[in-house]
């Protein structure tokens, strides 16, 4: 039974790929890529990936869908009001035939991988004992590649500066996205005053486990992310200006304190991001306790735009 469950949802998995791909629709590409990613949680789950599956249900379902719904609003809009030309037949070939090259290239090159694999896996084991942490892609993540981890939060920290280059100049320090005026006695209100206390909890949990079972902070920093966005679409609370200094601390403070224990580890263990024997979990668990707020910061204000609504008061 399980054989046949597993050979159903890699079929299904190819055949939403593939009509995401073909679609000419582009609110329906997007819905096909959400439902891809939920699908691809379920395919980490049963690979028992259970940390990569809560990620890929969080970010790559979740927050990276809500995004591409929103660029496919303004693209949509962009193009009534530019009368935008819709590509030629011969672009749409050449497109198809570069992507399939791209694809067939890419399926060579992980064909002609030496079998078996190179891999550091058995070192990884040998070692993960002295970081002192049980969930062992908490300890990958945060000892062994340390260094993609801290640039993973910088990226994403500059993508919101990205996002926030957008905004005229007029609006620059203002409140990023929409101030949502909804009925407060209404469902949504209701449910933003239910649901975040409950949100924060669970949120909390998984970020705190993180360390010894599946979880951590990018998993609890989006429900805490999805609670703030909940509220605010609920017109209970306002997006802050992005002028605040508050704001600003908060969204660099996280990589700081990672770039801060990575310059200690120069000191203390002879490498940056090295941590001295018998301290590795407890800077392990103060870099994603100072992660946690940034990247819940970061989330949440990628979701909500470019500031649009002037300067604060």
Known sequence: MTDVFNIGLALLLLGLAAWTIVTRELFVAVV??????????????????????LTEAAIGGGLTGVLLIGAAGRLRNSAVALNLEVPSMQVRWLAGVVSAAVS?????????????????????????ADTGVGNPITAVLLAFRSMDTLLEAIVL?????GVWSLAPDQSWGGRPGLRQQVDPNGILAYAARVLPPLGIIVGTYIFWVGADHPGGKFQGATI??????????????DAPPISRTWLRLGLVAGPLVFIAIGLLG?????????????????????IELALLPSLTLVLGLLLLGAPQRGTPP
């Open 104 to 128: 067939i290239a890419l399926g060579v090159c992980v064909l002609a991988l030496p079998d078996p694999a190179p891999t550091l896996a058995h070192e990884v084991a040998a070692n993960i």
């Open 157 to 161: 920290l500059f993508a919101l500066l």
């Open 266 to 286: 120069l000191y203390t263990a002879g490498d940056f991001l090295g941590y001295p024997p018998g301290f590795a979990k407890p800077l392990i668990v103060a």
């Open 224 to 237: 805490l992310a999805a609670m703030w966005l909940l509220v605010m679409m609920a017109g209970l609370a």
């Open 32 to 53: 096909g890529f959400i439902a891809y990613g939920l699908l691809s949680t379920l395919v980490w789950v049963q690979l028992h990936g259970i940390d990569v599956a």
